[in-house]
Nanobody
């Protein structure tokens, strides 16, 4: 049974940094696609970053490009989201999700929540101005 557990959320001031972790169990990361998504109150869930762990190909939403970095540690079955230069508009619940096949090499597809089958419970990120 696939399980995803997020951690690393918290409260920071604008300009600060956080690193989120997504620890997986029940499958081998090397054959999965993993994405980070976020959802703010009253808004739809949106894709932030995604990675196909076998090849390391990564995708980013325009809103976070240059500030966020997705990475993986295959030995730990963990995917990370390093978030720098945080802004108040980054405030949201952040979720990781996984899907057992390569994501299509299109940003719109890679960051589409509907493409992912397994989801974690989320971790809250709050950025104050």
């Amino acid at each position: 049974q696939v399980q995803l557990v997020e951690s690393g959320g918290g409260s920071v001031q604008a300009g600060g940094s956080l690193t989120l972790s997504c620890a997986a169990s029940g499958y081998t990361y090397s054959t999965y696609s993993v994405g980070w998504f976020r959802q703010a109150p009253g808004k739809e869930r949106e894709g932030v970053a995604a990675i196909y762990t076998a090849g390391g190909l990564a995708y980013y939403a325009d809103s976070v490009k240059g500030r966020f970095t997705i990475s993986q540690d295959s030995a730990k079955n963990t995917v990370y989201l390093q978030m720098n230069s945080l802004k108040p508009e980054d405030t949201a619940m952040y979720f990781c999700a996984a899907e057992p096949h390569p994501i299509a090499p299109l940003v719109a597809v890679a960051l589409a929540p509907a493409e992912y089958r397994y989801w974690g419970q989320g971790t809250q990120v709050t950025v104050s101005s």
